[in-house]
């Protein structure tokens, strides 16, 4: 990294139809000066997540993300320079750093992080990824001992960390992924029961084989298809726990499924519920103490995707988009 220049990734046009490498741009810009209010921060670490791509679409919980600006995402940096009461040089932040390696942000929109290693957990286990697992079922779909719980996306961040927080809680847990090795690897090193391969075709054989007695809490990281064969599985008085949309995510917006929702849900009493990450904030400290015991017990495993480069950015979340990380992507710096 030349430290006299602030490298930058630039969304150059939103895309129509699938990611691709031509939407990007690299750019040198000046290392800006942070304004009163302001923080400094040197990015070292680029969370990679799917919704990533799903701001490009429009604004959802945030706003959207727009051509000719530089590409959003979450980061974990050190403040090297200061404007703001309650951060000096030296302190690791997250905040929405952008793909760049320094970010000029309001103090106010930056949350100071503690200084552990490996600071990768910060993005991965202890970070969104960590929460939203945490809180989507935990707080949302509300597992009880004995369960089956069913998890799409399951060889990624959210997803390993929430089918082991189920088995933690005496679950029976369901891994929905995509491939032979990232199904082996649910079950060998994770510790699910079972886990099925979406992309082997016939989703709900498969799924109804590896749930026998039905499924009282689906977690869904993707909508479209998988959920649609999720639904008839459904015990009563079931829960789905709505975190994301994958599968709507890189392409124009389709016409899919689930088809027959609204009379699933009257007869079987089910609970659907969306939620954001951001909306449990409060109970951080708690959902933190406990991931924190679990890891440190081993009960909890941390897989982490590290890509070196800030260059390589796009291609890694084009290849999350595709499938290819297992566990929480992100780009060193
Ligand atoms: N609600 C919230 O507050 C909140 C917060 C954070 C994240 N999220 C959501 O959490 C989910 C996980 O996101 P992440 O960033 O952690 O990504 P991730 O799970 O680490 O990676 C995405 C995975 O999605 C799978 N995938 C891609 N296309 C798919 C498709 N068409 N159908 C099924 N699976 C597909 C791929 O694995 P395979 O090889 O298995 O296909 C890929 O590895 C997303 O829905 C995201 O929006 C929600």
Redesign the pocket.
Known sequence: MNASVNRQILLVEKPVGKLGHEHFRMSDAAIPEPKDGEALVRVHYIS?????R?WMHGAT?RAAVEANSVMAGGGIGEVVASKADGLKAGDIVFGDTGWQDYAAIPAKHLTRMPKLEPMTHLLSVFG??GL?AYF?LLDVAKPKPGETVAV????????SIVGQIARIKGCRVVG????KD?CDWLTSELGFDAAVD??DGAVFKALRAAAPKGIDVYFD??G???LEACLPLMNNRGRIS??????Q??GAPQATGPRGVPGLIVVKRLIMQ?????DFMDQRDKALSDLQSWVSSGKLKVQEDIINGLENTPKALIG??????????MIKL
């Open positions: 990679l997540d799917a919704a990533n799903a919980y969104i990824a939203t989507g799409s996306a399951a060889a990624g961040s959210v997803g929905i992924a995509g491939g990232k979406y992309k990281n993707v479209g298809d998988i709505c975190c994301g949309a994958i599968s995510y890189d969306g939620f954001i990450v951001m999350l988009l595709a499938g290819e990380n297992r566990g929480k992507r």
